[in-house]
């Protein structure tokens, strides 16, 4: 019997042992993760296939572009980059569309006047007309995010310049101002090229359209998580979307938009413990398929559920792009259109790091109409149409391929799934413990009280109960 005990003394330390270790490689796991809670959202994922490139100091050492392919490159404080840019002879109203979204690191000190500006010269170093404002600036927010910026050849009937074939210069410069950080900030470019039409079409912008503000989408919020860059953009169709916000963060939709068709959209900061007020807290912008800056809102923050919303924009339509206003301009072709969420780093020191609860209101008014007829393909294709596979992506909730892959980059998202796998290894350890020093004590007890006395022999035929009977003496 003493032998008998010392075994489940054995088994039991061993037991008690196996559950320590469980417990130990746990642990670090769940230091681990509340480490990678506390650390900074991504402030942009760049496109997974861009190609690192080198702007030239100069626009006669330029290194090429090339239409569909996404580029990665770094700006100095103040600095002024050129790349290069083959085009062929414009004819009818082809055009070529060049943008770079400047990603300062986190906690980059930003003035009203810091941004990015991107124009077009060519062969001879003229400055390109291309009517659209290349020039994007962090403004009253202040706060460092991803900003875009664009230039075009607008080329048809007029007095454009840029019509003739050659090695035209993209030009990308950051401005800074005193007191601002130094430090260098990533690009992302993309270049897009447009076919001219095989016809010819007015040039003059519409001028009576639905300018009146809808009344605001109402029904079931669903989640989906936003991206972290135009390439991991998460796709949205007209409706009521559920996200978080934290500060700091800048989160990235798309929604297919098509021919004849109107957006509408609005942001909605939920509720937040805190005390004061921030103004500009909560940036709304809107860029067309070329990531062209379109509209942008803002509102302040005191913690009380606030909204912005865009400003009524023009059914998509091919003359849009002779419009002075930029805004109507903006609507120029079918694709793609992306919301881009940011809230203020400031509102943390209000209102916590969070995240907010983020509500988006989407609304897609009008039919589908027909495309301008193209006289050949842009590159990318498919970039100013509306395909099937669009609408199921919107539908089903994809992001765009190329950047986050669909992890929507939201920082509450995988650490929080990580937080719960995590806190489910802890209490699985618990009650593995338990269970086994439960096993343990109940067998020990079941092994004392069924140990037979000296001398005794089991009953023939007493099955799974056991039973014991007194040795008869031979």
């Not at 939709?253 to 900061?269: F, H, I, K, M, S």
């Not at 005390?275 to 940036?283: H, I, K, P, R």
């Not at 943390?348 to 393909?377: I, M, Q």
């Amino acid at each position: 019997m003493r032998r008998r005990r010392e075994g489940w003394r054995g088994r039991s330390r061993a037991v008690l042992a196996g559950a320590a270790t469980l417990l130990a490689i746990a642990a670090p796991v769940g230091r681990a993760t509340t480490a990678t809670a506390a650390d900074a959202p991504p402030p942009y994922r760049f496109a997974a296939d861009a190609e690192r490139i080198e702007g030239a100091t100069q626009s006669i050492d330029t290194e090429p572009l090339t239409p569909g392919t996404y580029y990665r490159s770094t700006i100095r404080d103040n600095g002024k980059l050129y790349y290069g840019l083959r085009l062929d002879e414009a004819s009818g109203a082809s055009g070529a569309y060049v943008s770079a979204t400047a990603v300062p690191k986190p906690g980059t000190k930003v003035g009203y006047s810091d941004g990015i500006k991107v124009s077009l010269q060519d062969p001879d170093g003229h400055r390109c007309f291309s009517g659209d404002a290349g020039i994007a600036r962090f403004g009253p927010t202040k706060s460092p995010r991803p900003l875009t910026a664009w230039a075009s050849r607008k080329a048809g009937p007029g007095a454009y310049t840029c019509k003739e074939a050659g090695t035209y210069a993209v030009l990308v410069e950051r401005t800074s101002g005193p007191g601002s950080s130094l430090d260098d900030w990533e690009l992302e470019l993309q270049y897009v090229s447009e076919p001219a039409v095989a016809k010819t079409a007015s040039t003059a912008a519409p001028q009576v359209w639905d300018s009146a503000s809808p009344q605001a989408v109402e029904g079931l919020a669903r989640t989906r998580q936003g991206g972290t860059g135009f390439s991991g953009a998460r796709s949205l169709e007209q409706g009521v979307w559920k996200d978080g916000i934290r500060a700091g963060q800048t989160l990235f939709y798309r929604v297919p938009v098509d021919w004849g068709q109107q957006l509408d959209a609005t942001a909605e900061l939920g509720p937040a413990n805190g005390d004061g007020y921030l103004g500009n807290a909560l940036v709304l912008s809107l860029h067309n398929p070329v990531r062209a800056l379109v509209d942008d809102a803002t509102t302040g923050y005191d913690g009380s559920k606030k909204q912005t919303a865009l400003e009524p924009l023009p059914p998509v339509a091919y003359e849009n792009r002779f419009a002075v206003d930029d805004q109507v301009g903006g609507m120029r072709f079918a694709g793609w259109y992306y919301l881009v969420v940011h809230l203020a780093a400031e509102t943390a020191d209000k209102f916590g790091d969070g995240p907010v609860e983020l509500t988006l209101r989407v609304r897609v008014r009008g039919t589908a109409g027909e495309a301008p007829a193209y006289s050949g393909a842009a590159v990318p294709r498919d970039v100013f149409e509306v395909t099937a596979g669009d609408r199921h992506a919107a539908a089903s909730g994809s992001a765009a391929t190329g950047g986050d892959g669909g992890d929507g980059g939201s920082a509450g998202g995988n650490t929080a799934m990580q937080a719960v796998a995590v806190s489910g290894i802890g209490t699985g350890c618990v009650l593995v413990l338990g269970l086994a020093m439960w096993t343990v004590v109940a067998r020990r007890r079941a092994g004392v009280k069924a140990e037979p006395p000296e001398g005794a022999v089991p009953v023939a035929g007493a099955g799974a109960a056991r039973t014991y009977g007194r040795a008869r003496a031979r």
